[in-house]
């Protein structure tokens, strides 16, 4: 069974910055890539970003351009998603989800997800 475990939110003043995780024990991270979403209230779910773990290539959606960014530790089985200058517009439930190399395809692997607000 695949497993995924957000961590790293929190409330954060508009311009700071957070980290999250992605924890995936046991996942074959060499074979899949990780994808992150958000949900803003009373919106549906939006890409934010993807990674592949084996080779370090990740992408991002215009929103978050030059102000997010993905990587891997493929020891820990985990991605992590710097979030820099933050804007009030950036909060919502982030949820990582599993995807095939390259980010190519998403599967219905979620985590639970966690909550990031931006205010003041």
């Known amino acids: 069974e695949v497993q995924l475990v957000e961590s790293g939110g929190g409330l954060v003043q508009p311009g700071g910055s957070l980290r999250l995780s992605c924890a995936a024990p046991?996942?074959?991270?060499?074979?899949?890539?990780i994808v992150w979403f958000r949900q803003a209230p009373g919106k549906g779910r939006e890409r934010v970003s993807c990674?592949?773990?084996?080779?370090?290539?990740?992408y991002y959606e215009d929103p978050v351009k030059g102000r997010f960014t993905m990587s891997s530790d493929n020891a820990k089985n985990t991605v992590y998603l710097q979030m820099n200058s933050l804007k009030p517009e950036d909060t919502g439930i982030y949820y990582c989800?599993?995807?095939?190399?390259?980010?190519?395809?998403?599967?219905?692997?979620w985590g639970q997800g966690t909550q990031v607000t931006v205010s003041s």
């Open positions: 989800r599993a995807a095939t190399m390259a980010c190519a395809v998403e599967l219905d692997y």
């Open positions: 046991g996942f074959p991270f060499d074979n899949y890539a």
């Open positions: 990674i592949s773990p084996s080779d370090g290539i990740s």
